[in-house]
Each structure stands twice: as structure tokens, then as C-alpha cells.
């Protein structure tokens, strides 16, 4: 996962949202979280939901894009401005709070986390992740959002994504957002292993690209040519890229684990 830099909302969208909430039907609309009975919230959420669907959705799309550098916001699949192909997720669900359903600052784009492959071709074994399996109630703590707590995230050779239990933020719900809520790791045991990958395959793809990441890694340290200067300027590409590479938060924490063994050893030396 890769930290987004929100930017402001496109004035077009923000034009539109100006206008529904000078509404007077729109100013009636209870907030969803006041609601004591289920039905009466879900009212409310659906009430929300034909709102938010009469904006320019593909405005929206094209600007989160550019954002996010065209992949999901959780997972790190390559994404398009294709309503087939890329949801507008709600970070805060639409069931929770009336003000921050047109609130842009609150929107993300995802991918389709495996609803639109075929089941047949799965044999039956479909597993949803990202906003696919996020429920309509689910209230993430996980936020890509923030910097400082994505850099608690690590990824493992095996292509298991996990929250470092030393980050100062609450390790427990980060975790089970990613396993349950997000479902990022497929389906793990006890020990955390993979018993089941996503129907999109994020766990293979993790795997192959922290091995290739390394792989590259390797050769360079055989060649004499891996320097931090080297590392550093690889990141930087990484990062730079109008559209990054699926999975590139992988990529570049692995670079960010040899640049950090490189440096460790420099001041070692100095010492």
C-alpha cells in the first residue's frame, strides 16, 4: 500500500456537491449514524447512495487516478477510468456519516478486487478483497491516506502483508483490516500462512515481485554496483512514475530494506 496525497476536488465535482447540499431535500437527509433501527439506516444510506450517483463519476475517476497513479488504493492493482474495471470507494462508509458521502477528500479508487472474474474460471473458490469485501459497515483504521502509519506496513518473501506490532498506532485492528476486512492476504492460518490467495491473486503477486525486486537486488551486490546513491535513485524512480507499476509499494520496500542495511553498515564504518 501506497501513501495517496489527497489533492482538491476537481471544481466541476465540487460545482455539483455546492449544489445538491444547497438542496432542500438534501438538507432533510438525517446523518445515517443517528438512525437507531437497521432499516431506517439503510433508508438513509440508499438515500445517500442516489446522491452520490448523480455526480460526474468519470471526472472523479480520472482525478483519483492521477492521485493514486493508477492503482488501488489497497491492494496495488494496475487501474482504469472504467466503471467495469475501477470502483469509487468510500473510505468512511456512506452508512456512517452524511457529510463525508460527497466529501471528495473521503474518496478513493479501487479496483474491482475479483467481483468481476468469472467464478467458473475458479473453480467455484471465489475470494473477494479491497472494497469488493469491505462491508457496507465496515469502519476501516487502516488509512493510505496517512504516511506515517503506512510505514508500519511490511511485506514478507512469501508475499504476506503485515503491520509492524511496534508502529504506534493500533496494530490489532490494522491487522485484521488487511486479513478480514480488506482481505489482502487471502485466507491465513494460524502460523499466517496462505491457504487460499485472492481471487485476484495478490499474494502471488506480491511474491513475484519482492523475489524479482530482490533478485535484482542480488545481482547488483555480486556486481559490486549496489551503493545507496543506487537504491536511493531507484526509489526515486519508483515513485516518480505518472504510472506506477501494479504492486510498486512492494518494489520499493524492498529497495528500502537493502538501503537501509547499506546505510546501517556505513555507520558502522564510521565508528
Same mark, same amino acid.
Given at each position: ?8 476536488? #476537481? ?18 437527509? #438525517?446523518? /445515517?449514524?443517528?438512525?437507531?433501527? /437497521? ?9 445517500? &447512495? ?23 488504493? @489497497? ?17 468512511? #462508509? ?7 458521502s460527497l466529501d471528495y477528500q473521503n474518496f478513493l ?15 467455484? &473458490? =471465489? ?16 488509512? /493510505?491516506?496517512? &504516511? ?6 511490511? @511485506? ?6 503485515? @503491520?509492524?506490532?511496534?508502529?504506534? !498506532? ?25 491457504? $487460499?490467495?485472492?481471487?485476484? $491473486? ?7 515481485? !519482492?523475489?524479482?525486486?530482490? =533478485? ?19 526509489? $526515486? ?9 501494479? !504492486? ?9 530494506? @537493502? ?6 553498515? &556505513?555507520?558502522?564504518? =564510521?565508528?
Amino acid at each position: 500500500m501506497l501513501y495517496i496525497e489527497k489533492k482538491e476536488c #476537481p471544481a466541476e465535482i465540487a460545482d455539483e456537491i455546492h449544489a445538491i447540499k444547497e438542496t432542500t431535500d438534501w438538507k432533510n437527509i #438525517p446523518n /445515517p449514524s443517528s438512525q437507531t433501527l /437497521p432499516e431506517e439506516k439503510a433508508k438513509v444510506t440508499k438515500k445517500l &447512495r442516489s446522491y452520490f450517483d448523480c455526480l460526474n463519476k468519470d471526472k472523479i475517476r480520472d482525478s483519483l487516478l492521477v492521485e493514486q497513479h493508477y492503482l488501488c488504493a @489497497y491492494c496495488m492493482s494496475s487501474i482504469k477510468n472504467d466503471p467495469l474495471h475501477t470502483t469509487i470507494e468510500h473510505w468512511l #462508509p456512506l452508512s456512517k456519516s452524511k457529510e463525508d458521502s460527497l466529501d471528495y477528500q473521503n474518496f478513493l479508487a479501487t479496483c474491482k478486487g475479483g467481483s468481476d472474474i468469472d467464478s467458473s474460471a475458479l473453480n467455484g &473458490r =471465489r475470494l473477494l478483497c479491497c472494497d469488493a469485501n469491505k462491508g457496507d459497515n465496515d469502519e476501516l483504521t487502516l488509512d /493510505p491516506r496517512n &504516511r506515517e502509519m503506512l510505514s508500519g506496513i511490511t @511485506y514478507l518473501k512469501d508475499g504476506i502483508m503485515e @503491520y509492524s506490532e511496534t508502529s504506534p !498506532f493500533d496494530h490489532s485492528r490494522i491487522q485484521n483490516d488487511i486479513d478480514n476486512v480488506l482481505r489482502l492476504n487471502g485466507k491465513v492460518d494460524a502460523e499466517r500462512i496462505c491457504k $487460499q490467495d485472492t481471487s485476484t $491473486q495478490l499474494v502471488k503477486h506480491r511474491k513475484d515481485v !519482492f523475489q524479482n525486486t530482490e =533478485r535484482i537486488c542480488l545481482d547488483c551486490l555480486d556486481r559490486g554496483l549496489l551503493t545507496i546513491e543506487w537504491l536511493d535513485a531507484k526509489i $526515486q524512480e519508483c515513485l516518480s512514475q505518472e504510472h506506477r507499476e501494479s !504492486f510498486a509499494g512492494v518494489t520499493v520496500f524492498v529497495y528500502k530494506m @537493502y538501503l537501509n542495511r547499506l546505510q546501517k553498515q &556505513r555507520l558502522q564504518q =564510521r565508528k
